[in-house]
Every structure is written in C-alpha cells, then in structure tokens.
C-alpha cells in the first residue's frame, strides 16, 4: 500500500490524520520531523517535499499531498469502503466540506494562540483568542442545533471527516488559553468523540480509562 | 509587569535561551522576573546581553554562562553557582535540548509535578505508569546542606515504557529515580537506563520565570541510548511534558500556597513537603501566595 | 483560602446537557466549580479544586457513581469524602479529606445551586409542568443589561415574571412557556438557561427559540 506520513506528534494538524488513520485500520509509515526546536519543516530537504514547509505531508504511492484536510479527503475517498466518513449525498457532502473548511481555516486561530504560549511563536495572541472564540461560538451554535435536530455529530448521523478535522484543536483549545466554559454543546461533542472505537489520544487529549 | 525585587529569586542564573537559539546577527527579546532583556548573538556568534528598559533603550549588561544546552543570566550581584551535573561531560550520551515550553504558573508548581511520581500513572498512562500498579513506595528525602539542594532517594515506580529505548522494547521495568532540586527554579532527576542498571539518564528542566505565573521550562537531557535519534527522544519527552501541562495550568491556585492547612500531602508526597520547606527557608516570596509568603 | 459566599440559589446550566460520567466546569458569579454525575443520580455541584494538590477537578473523570481527580487519581463520592488515594491503594483516607459541596436543586429542567455554607434561601418550586431544554446562551454583557431585557420578556412575549433565583418566565404567542434563569457567570459575562414547556410541537419550537436566542444575544453584544 506504501502510506507514508510526514508528522509531528504535538500538531493537531498531523493528528487529525492520525485519527482518520486509526479509524480505518491503516497501517502507514511514520517519518518523525523535528519540528520543535529544530525547525526541520523549514530546511531545504523538506522545502522539498512541500514548498510551503508545513506538516502534516502524505505520500500516498506516486500521490504527494499537503494540508490535512486535503489529506482527510483522499483518505476517506480512497480508503473507506463504507463511505461514511466522507458521504456523498447532496445533503451531506457539501455541509461536510464546508466545516471541514471551517477546520482548516477559522479554526486556526486556536492552533495560532497554541503555538503561541506553548511554544513560544510570537504573534497576536490576543486577536488569536478572540478569533478562536468567534469560530468555538460559531461551532457550539451549530452543534446546539443540531443536538435539539437529535443529532450528535457536525454531519448527519454519525462522525464524518468534518468531526475529525474539527476536533484536535478544539480539544487542545485550553493549551492556548481558550478556556470552554461557555461551549457547553462543544464539550458535549468532544467527549463522545473521544468515546468512539479506535479513538487515540494525544498529548493533552487523554484516552478515558 | 514590574521587576522582582526579590533577592532570593534575582540572586540565582536563570535560563533565557537554549545554546544556538539566537543566530549570529539576530536577537531575542524576552522577560525575566519581570525584567525585559536583550540577547544579541554577534556575526562571529558571541552572545551578549542586556536589560532593556520600557523605551526599548539598552541598559545595564547581563553577565551570561552557557552550559547544558542551555543560556543563563543573572540579574543579581551574588548568584547561586550552576550545579555540577557529571552526565553531560560523557562522551557516549546523547546530549538533547527539547526547547522550551511556555507554562502559565509559578515555577515551583513545574518543580514539584517533576518530583511527583504519583501522577505518572494516570497523566502518562501505559507510558511512564500503569494503572494496575498504581502504589507508589516508601522513599528518603534529604537536604545535602553542603550544596543547599533537597534530594529524594531510593524512588522505585514500576512503568511500561520508561524511556524511548524501553518503548521500543518493549518491555516494563520498575524503574529507579532520584531527584534532585538545584535552586528554586531548576530540578532533575536520574534515571537507570534501560539495559545498563548501573548508569543513569539525566533529565533536568531549567525554569525562566517571567512573571510569579508565567515561565519557559527548559528540557535539557543527557541520555545512554546508541539507537534513536535526537529527535525521537525530543518526541518522547516533549509527548510527556505536554501532557503535565494540562495539569500545571490547571492547579488553583498557581502561586505556590505555603501554609501545611491548604493542601494534604501523603507519604507519596514526602518530595514535594521536603521541597516547601526547604522553599520556606530560603524566605523567598517570589511565586508564593500571598498570605503565607511570611 | 476561604470565601464567603452569599446565601442564593445560581443557575448553573440545564440538566440534560450534564450528561452521564461527565464533570464539567461553570463559574458562578465569578467562583469556579466543577458539574459532575454519575451513571444515574443527581447533578453535584463542587469547588473546582483537589484538595490534594489543587487540580480542577472539572477535568477529572468519573466512574461508578465517583469523581476522580485527573492528577493523581484520588477518588471521591457523591457526598465529598476521598474513598481512594491509588498512591496508597490500602489506606482508607482519613474523612478529613474531603471536596468541598454545595446544595443542588433542580428547576424546570435548569440546574441550581447555592453556595452559602449553610443555605437557607428557598429553592425555586417546581411546577406540575414538564419542561424540555432548549439551550444554554453566554452573552458578554452584565447581568444587569441581560436582566432588563428578559424582564421585558426576550422577545418571546410582551412580558416576563420574576419568579426570583434570576428566573424569568414569558408566556409566548402559541400555547406554553420558556423558562429564561440568568447565571451571573463574571462581570460583563452573563449566562442564559432557557427551557420551554412540553406542549404540542416542542421540538419545533425549541428549535426557533434557540435561533431567537442566538439573536437576542446578537442584539445585547451589538449596543
């Protein structure tokens, strides 16, 4: 099969496809990268391997893909037999892309106000914190609907790529000081996610016992 | 923030880089004890440091000592000597610095979470701890007054992954620590290495506290493993601190509360009461709460 | 560390969003304090905080009818008491280790808690009626502002009665009630509980009172 993963454990971003990975039982290649302190998705060698110097990458074969959420979209249109992590019905398939879209884009801010204080990257952290807050809002509206709708998951009626695309930084959203005691749906959300078979921690997202 | 005016804290080298973190021509601005400094790495890659004052100006000069990785200052006039650590001088170790990583809390919460080993089960399960051995057994704690440092000793904790090399492995093993405090703001401990019982891992974190509840830790290790890399064993440790942060963000209060009425230790906690008394005695207040700092 | 707190009845949030083996933070008037339940039983209401070392204990997990604490694992029952300390599996916790509790009731579907030491205040009394969640909406204004605009009735009908504890009550245009209880959570940060009454087409109704709701806090955050 020849999957081939470029990751760092601490990014959510890798960990979103750790996710998707372990809930299809795929067996992959893991290339560790010194993100932290050795800056090594900027040198010249992994330039390389994707210009824009980020993580996580995927080698899929012949294919090469960057940004995660790209990444979860091959996986699930490539590896899922039961089609459920990326349906394609009209009703679901585009609200399906549009939070996952939402993951890669306003969601950021959190991943932003994490690096931030963890790691000491330096940018407004203030303007972090408050976008992380407008986007945590957006979200627990959402899920609050859809909890008065009967239903638990972003999508439709179980988890879909746009849950494990929004997850990671959602639940590391504290590490950056965006606390979640105004999202009440949201933790809802986060603990039935962890609950789901193959669920896999990371550091700062503990497994339940 | 203002400066400390704590002599205690301000009598004491502080890290505020790790060696090679400024570049020959660059600069870093951080903070220390409330005190806003420069460090500047010259194109023939001297370092030199300043305090900076609120108009950005430079002020006085900082002395600075590199050593374990790391970069410290000292804004005091008499210091506290950096401590002797023999591990790092041995040809065969694999010398790690894993950065650092920003905390909001006292220094002294990062210290005493490194000294506990009750936690280890539950916050680095299946790693560092298991939870079907979760007792933690009688250990000795001492005050080497020579060198003024508190010391638990005799520290066994059975875990399943001790270390990167045990995890590849492998197997579990009870592994055997000791601690050790070298200042108010720095601590390490040692660890037997996985297949050579007679030598030990060294792991010490370096605190820059930048305000009472905010501070950089500093990993800096010096490890006997021939088989991963740096940067797998920067995974592992980096894996492990991350998930102590979650808690050490967590604690209430952050500064570090004194009086024996406020929090119940148990005998797993004799490392942590040595540590508070020992903190007691030194009658430094910077990080402390407030109604017991006296 | 002790605080005195003032003998009254706070909404936390609504019943059914504590779910099951969940704890959870809220903060009452400023004061942390951690939401836990068991498999079946009643909401607990608690101080944020291990008195071990300190830990939220919002963050920590429960199993059986028991909240432990994330840190070091020290288990704790439903009436305060440290039943278990996994560092010493043998020793049985003296009953002076203990988190500190506070009184629970429930109201139309809306958790209340008072935090007095030893409460006197009356409860708000349950009616015969049955109540459905709606939602829980945080809105980054005083109490006092969201207080004005619930006693003129939030948009859901010309007017509201103060039943006391912060809870408001609109008769809406179509047949039923909504149950408004205001949590001053931290100043300029106040906390909405909103349950309607079980009659006819609930679940419709929920769904556009939540939307009103999403509005109306739109509306306060905008002036």
Redesign the interface.
């Known amino acids: 099969m020849g999957l081939r993963l470029y990751d760092y454990t601490l990014s959510g971003s890798c960990y979103k496809v750790r996710l998707l990975m372990n809930f299809l039982g795929l067996e992959y290649e893991r290339v560790p990268v010194d993100f932290y302190p050795g800056r090594e998705h900027k040198t010249p060698a992994f330039l390389e391997i994707n210009a824009l110097g980020q993580l996580p990458v995927l080698e899929d074969g012949a294919l090469r893909l960057r940004d995660s959420q790209a990444i979860l979209c091959h996986l699930a249109n490539t590896y899922d037999p039961s089609g459920k992590w990326l349906p394609r019905d009209s009703a679901s398939f585009g609200p399906v892309m549009m939070w996952v879209m939402f993951a890669g884009g306003e969601m950021m801010a959190a991943s932003a106000a994490r690096l931030h204080d963890a790691l000491g990257y330096q940018l407004d952290v203030e303007r972090a914190r408050a976008n992380a807050h407008v986007a945590f809002r957006i979200l627990d509206d959402h899920l609050t609907e859809r909890l008065l709708q009967g239903g638990r998951w972003i999508v439709g009626e179980h988890p879909t790529i746009a849950d494990i695309a929004c997850f990671p930084y959602t639940a590391l959203s504290g590490d950056g000081g965006i606390g979640q005691k105004d999202y009440p749906a949201i933790r809802n959300w986060l603990r039935a996610f962890r609950r789901l078979p193959r669920f896999k921690a990371a550091p700062g997202i503990p497994e339940f016992a | 923030m203002s400066v400390t005016v704590d002599q205690i804290a301000l009598n004491q080298w502080i890290v505020c880089a790790w060696m090679g973190q400024v570049a020959p021509g660059a600069r870093r601005d951080t903070v220390v004890l409330g005190q806003r400094i420069r460090l500047t790495c010259l194109v023939d890659g001297a370092l030199a440091c300043h305090e900076l004052a609120a108009d950005g100006s430079a002020g006085r000069q900082l002395p600075l000592i590199q050593r374990y990785e790391m970069v410290f200052t000292t804004l005091g006039a008499e210091p506290r000597p950096l401590p002797e650590i023999a591990e790092f001088t041995e040809s065969d170790r694999k010398i790690v610095n894993c950065g650092s990583v920003g905390v909001n809390t006292s220094p002294y919460r990062i210290i005493e979470n490194f000294l506990d080993m009750a936690h280890l089960c539950f916050v680095h399960t299946d790693v560092l701890g298991s939870l079907d051995n979760t007792e933690v057994y009688s250990y000795k704690t001492e005050h080497r007054t020579g060198l003024d440092e508190v010391w638990a000793t005799d520290c066994a904790f059975f875990q399943p992954a001790a270390s990167k090399a045990a995890a590849v492995s492998g197997g579990g093993q009870l592994t055997h620590y000791k601690y050790r405090v070298m200042s108010p703001f720095s601590v390490m401990l040692y660890k037997n290495v996985y297949d050579e019982p007679d030598r030990d891992d060294v792991i010490c974190v370096f605190i820059q506290p930048l305000g009472e509840t905010q501070c950089f830790a500093y990993m800096t290790m010096a490890i006997v493993d021939a088989n991963s890399t740096v940067g797998e064993l920067i995974d592992f440790q980096q894996t492990i601190f991350l998930q102590d942060r979650v808690i050490l963000e967590n604690q209430r209060p952050a500064l570090l509360p004194l009086a024996t009425s406020a929090e119940i230790p148990t005998r797993a906690d004799l490392s942590s009461i040595a540590f508070r008394r020992w903190l007691k005695a030194t009658g430094i207040r910077f990080g402390i709460l407030r109604a017991e700092a006296a | ?1 002790q605080i005195t707190h003032s003998d009254r009845w706070l909404a936390v ?2 019943e059914a ?1 504590f ?1 099951p083996f ?1 704890s ?4 009452l008037d400023g004061y ?1 304090v951690a939401v836990w339940r068991g498999p079946t039983g009643p909401v607990q209401v608690w101080e ?2 291990c ?6 204990l919002s ?1 920590g ?1 429960v ?1 059986g009818d028991r909240l432990s604490c ?4 020290w288990s704790f029952q439903p009436d305060g008491h440290c039943r278990r ?5 043998d ?1 049985e916790p003296p009953k ?2 203990c988190a500190k509790t506070f009184a629970v009731t429930i109201f139309r579907g809306i958790v209340f808690a008072n935090l007095a030491a030893a409460p006197e205040a009356p409860p708000p009394v349950p009616d015969e009626s049955a109540w459905a969640p ?3 909406i ?1 809105v980054n204004r005083s109490i006092e502002v969201v207080r004005a605009r619930a006693a003129a009735g939030a948009g859901f009908g010309p007017t509201a009665c103060d039943l006391g504890a912060g809870v408001y009550e609109v008769a809406t245009d179509a047949s039923g009630r909504v149950t408004l209880a205001l949590q001053p ?1 931290e100043p300029g ?1 106040t ?1 909405m509980h909103v349950t309607s009454e079980l009659t006819g087409s609930a ?1 419709e109704r ?2 556009d009172i ?2 009103l709701l ?1 509005s109306l806090r739109r509306d306060l955050e905008a002036h």
């Open positions: 560390m949030g609504l969003q779910e969940s959870q933070p809220a903060v942390g944020d905080r008195p071990h070392r300190g830990m939220r963050f997990f199993k994330m840190y070091h694992g300390i996994p560092a010493h599996p020793l002076t280790i709606v939602r829980s945080y959570a940060r906390a679940g929920r769904l939540a939307r999403v």
